[in-house]
């Protein structure tokens, strides 16, 4: 398997270790692989080739990749660049940091064809997240990239595997196992790691098929998305890229600082009159079509620099104004704006918002008063990209029609991903990866220099921006989604409200409510449209992305962080079983009573990986859900004892 990244040709690879997690590493705060995988799409499960036990093999096994010697009677020199995919490349890094640097490997920001035994990486400063790795043995090997599969499809890979009707394996393997000692791992062991690896191959696969050259060269779903949105929004020009920075230009610290207050996400919470209330009476629980793609695809977006002003904006059909203001209300119906969320009543409380945010406001907050000090002025027409998410929607449900499951999350996670590049921050620093004095994997901070062919001004603007920010239509989608979804809510009834996430509307089911519904609700199975989720009976809700339901009598719990697997583990097991297949069909099929969680005030214990000498181990820590500060007073009333 072959593709080309940025115009060179490289050989595409799986990676996947199993590593020491038993109580004595625990204990000893140590760890390393035991087994691991690296295949590309003709290796074999029953082939001793197929595996690896240290990673000194593994660092052995890639420096000879990228040094293949041309076989007798071949044509063409082997390619000497390999592609290397892993599902959570943090995890795998951590173990091979520490055997690259004892073999001498040194970072080196911008790697040469010249280098040898260097690496750079992009990453976060803990290391928790990894995008791209570039590893180089010598001036004559080729070129090892690493990239996270998990950041183009998140979710699992398991629950990738499904959408791309991919076989997933039953077996399990015994996590908590010593096998520091001697071990030899198993052929079930060997074969579980493999199918767990050519998973990832299988997936690769599938997108080589649709040869798509954007894919292979991007590091996330949301550059990748970026990419294919921008050329369909410049189909004509031989350089989309500088088309854009036409319309949506790098704007300069001051502009971006204004206009970053005003970034906020979706709109999650309980209205105050429900919040904590075990509620016994039917909700309709009714969610949009496509949130964000929705607001991108129905609305005009600001372009260009703006113009700085004083006082109120005057002019509301031909610009948008972001505007600086200080706010003051008496009472609450419901929250608009994610700031004031907790707050019953404020006095001069100031906000950077968009100006169609204030008009909701307007319908939302008792005896409001606004002073408007300062804004921005943007001239303002729809996205030029905007039938791009019109395409993937009907792409979408075509796929559910034809019943294919990776196109229904291929086309979603494109509709999703893209609007938050333009909110990056720039990358004005490189974190060097390096050891602390434990020998735990962490990082060093590097000022970035300026390239030779920049000016003074085109690297200070460069320091402000990344590659696609533009931060007015970044912040303007997701807040005309707030708009929608709380212009729906106070049509159907504010007091009826239970509560919001995001896209979706809880409402208890009442007939005015259902009226109102019927009313206002757009059905229309397209961008902008909404239906029913599921009727719910019973329901609590505490905090945001907390709360429980009960629907058909069967309950489920959303508590984000949060998963109660061990828990569930550990009545399998008070059951007598032990078999790790019986205890995980188990876990599968358990349902919880309505009462049997605290969704108020309780611990619960969930896996954490922890950083260790030698890599991460994967623990159990408490977890504790308890009455947020600003929601105390909220509790009291609503729940007297």
Known sequence: MEVRINRKKYRVFAFDIESHNDEESIKNKTTSMWLGCLIDDTSKIDEESSYCYTMEEVINKLEELSNPKRRHGEKKKPTKNICIYVYNLSFEWSFMLPVLLEKGFRFKEAIEEQDEYCFNTISTHSVSSV???????????????????????????????????????????????????????????KEYCFKDTRIIIDILLEMIKRQDKFFFSSMSMASYSMRMMIKEGFPRSTKPMAKYRELYPLLDEEESAFLRNAVSGGITYAPERWQFKDIKQRIIHIDAHSMHPSSAYLNKFAYGKGEYKLGKPYNYADYSNCCHVKVSFAGVKLHSVIKLIGFLYVEDFELTLWDFEIETMKKCYENLEIEYIDYYRYKKKPLPWRKYYAKCYYARLQAKANKDAFNVLYYKLLMNSSYGKSLENAHCEVFENCLDEEGIITSKTLKKNKPSYMSEEEWRIKGINAKYTYLPYGSQIPAYSRCSLIELALKIGFEKVVYFDTDSIFFIEDEESLSNMNKYMPTQNFLGGWAIEE???????????????????????????????????????????????????????????????????????????????????????????????????????????
Not at 559 to 569: L, M, P, S, V
Not at 575 to 590: A, P, Q, S, T
Not at 597 to 603: E, G, H, Y
């Open 535 to 641: 009727i719910i009976d019973r329901a609590q809700f505490t905090a945001p992305k907390r709360y429980k339901a009960e629907v058909d009598g069967k309950t489920y719990i959303k508590a984000g962080g949060i998963n109660f697997t061990k828990y569930i583990q550990d009545k399998a097991k008070e059951e007598g079983l032990n078999d790790l297949e019986d205890i995980k069909d188990y876990v599968n099929k358990y349902h919880f009573d309505f009462d049997e969680i605290n969704i108020v005030s309780s611990i619960w214990k969930v896996q954490r990986a922890f950083r260790v000498k030698g890599g991460t181990i994967i623990e159990f820590q408490d977890k504790e859900m308890s009455v947020p500060k600003k929601y105390k007073e909220i509790f009291e009333k609503n729940n007297p004892q």
């Open 131 to 189: 995008w791209n790795i570039n590893l180089k043995f010598s001036a004559k090997s080729g070129n090892i990239i690493f990239r996270d599969l998990a950041k183009i499809y998140g979710g699992g890979l398991g629950k990738v595997a499904k959408a791309f009707n991919l076989p997933t394996q039953k077996g399990e393997i015994d996590y908590r196992l010593n096998r520091l000692h001697g071990w030899i791992p198993t052929k079930e062991e």
